[in-house]
């Protein structure tokens, strides 16, 4: 109980400050929507709509961008936790009996939060230009929850960072890391139209998974397998990050 | 005793050894500093009491607990306040204060209340509703102390609790530390400022290069150093007669000139007999000064070195 009490604490205290620091919430959007505009455009006469299968080329690319705007947000995870290091923050909750676990679990659960609100603006635009959700309202609820889960789980990976360096400028770097994963992804092309080795690599890329799920779900309907795939990706993500967050953790405190 | 440490060393993953083997205990009540340059110990040593660093051996006992078997029992017993003030710069001086109280268990209720009183108690109820980061040095050490002090811990623990705080705000913070420790809070911190150490604490420990090389009262180890010193002007033609009149009181120098000057355990309390004793003789007496031995002589009759000059010597404290 003391674990969650403290969590709710801490993650209210995040969520706070949220909207008070504009650029956290803003920043991670910048590409994915310019990417979403654009690409939209150049792409639209390419002949995607045979590859998808169906709907338009922006209902295709929308998935990717989506799932981007979590990815770039959940990198940027770790720099509250550096930050907190960085004032005395962090030492000044390890001298108080606030759960050890509840500093992690409450600053994921904001992030959890703040990266559905990346996934609602992006989705929100995409539809705002024309892009369609077939699962309609309830998807699109589907949709931003999995964003939710999955960026929390893969901020544990920028928390892992920040608690081993304490260093906010490798921690920003590590952010760039996604970038190769969401090229090699099924954000620009449908995987059949893959190179066999590409295809091969997607089969541990948990994020052609996520813009699997979130295609599948924008253009196929309720895609079951798929789906769940998105929700078993968010896990098996978690449950390496977070528990290795932990042991980071205290890591420090015997250092 | 509130604090108890026998033995206790900190040795880096490095191989730095920052703590060589520390002991020694606060008595309930008691104000305590470990006085020494940067890079002393003095910061490891604390943080360990603190249950922040693990020790590599000895042991250390705080309220009642052993830090490292008990360090949750420990940190319920203690408010700390380190040298970076830990504040969240985007939340709000109340918000800070009403999560701390949070955190050490309170419910909403009793939280926004204890805020309320803390803020207040350190005159920061104007700046309560502003963010952190507009806060003035002395404003944030005052709100960390507040932090600090959400679930009246039996004992403080104080990092340097002055550095880089303006004389004004310094003078402020001594006043309140004061305060606390009346009102039965024991104190433990560190300071490389020989007058805080001379005004706040009521032993010390001088700590150089990871052992403690002398313990006491700073009354105790100032007088172990020297004598203090009572200098009286008179008229030239009396030097002679003044010598001869203050020789009771103590070691009377060589004058020099038209000072006099009496070598005397208590300086404060000499002048009224050294004015008494001219007064009988007939001797005008001008200009009385008082010198007595600081700290930092006493730092350097043990270590042979200066605080300042040991500061100079480079490598941040850990």
Redesign the interface.
């Known amino acids: 109980m003391?674990v969650l009490?403290?969590s709710l604490?801490?993650a209210?205290?995040a969520g706070?400050?949220l909207p008070?620091?504009p650029t956290r919430l803003v920043f991670p959007l910048l590409i994915p929507l310019m990417q979403l505009v654009l690409f939209a455009s150049v792409f639209a006469n390419v002949g995607l709509i045979k590859l998808a299968g169906n709907g338009s080329s922006l209902d295709f690319l929308a998935a990717g961008q989506v799932a981007l705007s979590v990815m770039v947000g959940a990198g940027g995870s770790g720099f509250q936790m550096v930050q907190?290091i960085d004032?005395?923050?962090?030492?000044?909750?390890?001298?108080?009996?606030?759960s050890r676990t509840a500093i992690i679990l409450g600053l994921l659960m904001t992030d959890a939060v703040r990266l559905a609100i990346h996934a609602t603006v992006v989705l929100g635009v995409a539809v705002l230009i024309g892009a369609e959700v077939k699962t309609g309202i309830p998807g699109a609820v589907v949709i931003v929850v999995l964003c939710g889960l999955f960026g929390a789980a893969w901020a544990g990976i920028s928390l892992n960072v920040a608690l081993r360096t304490g260093s906010p400028e490798t921690t920003a770097a590590a952010g760039i890391f996604v970038f190769p994963l969401y090229f090699a992804s099924t954000a620009f092309v449908p995987e059949a139209a893959l190179p066999d080795w590409l295809q091969t690599f997607n089969k541990i890329n948990p994020l052609s998974y996520l813009i699997d799920a979130i295609r599948a779900l924008m253009l196929h309907g309720w895609e079951t397998e798929k789906i769940m795939a998105g929700f078993a990706a968010a896990l098996v993500v978690g449950l390496i990050t977070l528990p290795a967050a932990v042991i980071a953790f205290r890591r420090i405190?015997?250092? | 005793m509130i604090v108890t440490c026998e033995e206790l060393r900190k040795t880096f993953s490095g191989g730095v050894e920052a703590v060589r083997g520390v002991s020694f205990e606060v008595r309930e009540g008691e104000a305590y500093g470990l006085l020494g340059p940067n890079g002393a110990g003095k910061t490891t040593t604390i943080r360990m009491l603190a249950t922040l660093l693990r020790p590599t051996s000895g042991r250390a006992v705080v309220a009642g607990h052993d830090v490292s078997a008990a360090p949750d029992a420990v940190r319920r017993s203690i408010g700390v306040a380190l040298q970076e003030a830990g504040l969240a710069r985007y939340s709000t001086g109340r918000e800070h204060v009403d999560m701390m109280a949070r955190l050490f268990g309170m419910s909403r209720r009793e939280a926004r209340q204890r805020a309320s009183e803390l803020l207040e108690l350190f005159d920061l109820t104007d700046a309560a509703d502003r963010l952190v980061r507009s806060y003035s040095g002395g404003m944030r050490r005052r709100l960390d102390l507040a932090c600090g002090l959400v679930h009246q811990p039996q004992l403080l623990i104080l990092d340097e609790p002055t550095t880089g705080v303006d004389p004004t705000s310094r003078a402020a913070l001594w006043e309140e530390l004061r305060r606390l420790q009346r009102a039965g809070t024991s104190l433990l911190l560190t300071t490389h400022y020989l007058e805080e150490a001379d005004r706040l604490c009521d032993r010390l420990a001088i700590v150089d290069r990871g052992v403690i090389v002398v313990e006491g009262t700073p009354e105790r180890l100032k007088s172990e150093v020297g004598a203090d010193l009572v200098s009286v002007v008179v008229p030239a033609e009396q030097v002679e007669a003044a010598c001869e009149a203050l020789r009771p009181l103590g070691t009377v120098r060589p004058p020099e000139g038209a000072a006099v000057a009496l070598e005397t355990e208590d300086g404060a309390r000499s002048v009224v007999e050294v004015v008494e004793v001219l007064a009988a003789a007939g001797i005008r007496a001008g200009a009385i000064t008082v010198t007595q031995p600081t700290l930092d002589d006493v730092f350097f009759r043990h270590t042979g070195a200066t605080i300042g000059g040991r500061e100079g010597e480079g490598e941040g404290e850990r």
């Open positions: 003391k009490t403290d604490v801490l209210g205290r706070r400050e008070r620091v907190d004032s005395g923050f962090f030492d000044k909750l390890r001298v108080s009996p606030v405190v015997n250092s």
